[in-house]
């Protein structure tokens, strides 16, 4: 993993110089291989058993939008985890009446006009069922409302939509649900300590030059809200800085020899630097968080499903949550 930028990289791009790769590339782990075991085997039902605390049942997960890559990397995280994965999912795209595997889960794809339906069908035979839905910006509220309407606790990990309608269709439902962009939960937590700083210490960065550079797959087009939000603390913290400013890596060439991206994570990876200068370039701050892959964002998916299920459970006053509530939870695997 890349631990530190070539000294003063940044500081040659605020002097118009080319920006240099970093010393390092990045090193990922290999991932293991070998088949998931059924959900029902008795080593994921002593796993979900410790994961759940006192809530020993696997309880199943729906996992609207299992035909995408992130919502596939959900529903292996699923059973690995011990829980239940709930053989029916659904896509705009794939013509009903479809199958995929995962694991060893032969998942029925439905069309979206069958939603409600089939969605009704699967609460009678999962009363406790929740869904985790990531399906496509577009569907956000249709979805959502669905769900309150239906009862069905679910953690909407797909981005875009209209956030405050969604937030508004949940606060006037008895749905308990888990709403964030971002479900990886190391990255979270960051962008909570960068907010915290810039809350306690506002202008402690007055003066200072700030660049940001972030990569992602060729198929993003906008810049990386999670840069947004690093950007914005920044800001709090006395930085001035235009968004426009952001620099968007999407070619896969300078991401391979520029950034330093693994060329197997090409197509799924998020790389952000960002490096802050005093005015006189004496002193330096250095900031970076790369992720490959989906693994981590599922694994906070399902532990957010876990929290939910807890909730539930527990019949707790408040419904609508996010990561950071997750997060000071604690117990997450």
């Known amino acids: 993993m890349i631990s530190l930028l070539q000294q003063h990289s940044f500081v040659a791009s605020r002097h118009g110089q080319a920006y ?59 059973i690995s985890s011990g829980l239940t994965l ?61 769900y309150c309407k239906l009862g069905l606790p679910f953690v909407m990990g797909t981005t875009g939509g209209d956030r405050e309608l969604l937030y508004k269709t949940v606060k006037s439902s008895d749905v308990y649900a888990v709403i964030s962009p971002q479900m990886g939960k190391q990255v979270v937590a960051f962008l909570a300590a960068m907010d915290i700083m810039a809350k306690q210490f506002p202008g402690a960065f007055s003066g200072y030059h700030l660049e940001v550079l972030e990569s992602h797959q060729a198929s993003k087009l906008d810049a990386s809200g999670t840069a947004k939000s690093v950007v914005s603390s920044f800001q709090k913290l006395g930085v001035s800085y235009d968004m426009r400013r952001i620099r968007k890596i999407r070619d896969t060439t300078k991401q391979l020899q520029m950034v330093g991206v693994p060329e197997e994570y090409l197509g799924s990876h998020a790389f952000h630097f960002y490096c802050l ?38 019949k707790a006053n408040k419904r609508l949550y996010d990561m950071i509530d997750v997060l000071r939870e604690g117990n997450m695997r």
């Open 277 to 314: 200068t005093s005015p006189d370039d004496s002193v330096s701050f250095e900031f970076q968080h790369n992720v490959c892959g989906h693994k981590m964002y599922a694994e906070g998916t399902v532990d957010a499903a876990i929290f939910l299920y807890k909730k539930v459970q527990q």
């Open 20 to 78: 240099t790769r970093p010393e390092k590339p990045c090193m990922c782990r290999t991932r293991r291989s070998g088949a998931v075991v059924r959900a029902v085997a008795t080593e994921n039902l002593e796993k979900s058993s410790q994961i759940i605390g006192s809530f020993t049942a696997p309880f199943p997960i729906l996992v609207n939008g299992c035909t995408g890559k992130m919502g596939r990397s959900v529903a292996e995280s699923i």
């Open 86 to 146: 709930v053989p029916v999912s659904f896509s705009g795209k794939e013509k009903p009446g479809g199958n995929i595997t995962i694991g060893d889960v032969d998942v029925t794809i439905h069309g979206s006009k069958e939603r409600e339906t089939v969605l009704s069908s699967v609460i009678n035979q999962f009363p406790d069922v929740m869904v985790v839905d990531y399906t496509v910006p577009d569907a956000v509220n249709a979805n959502a409302e669905l």
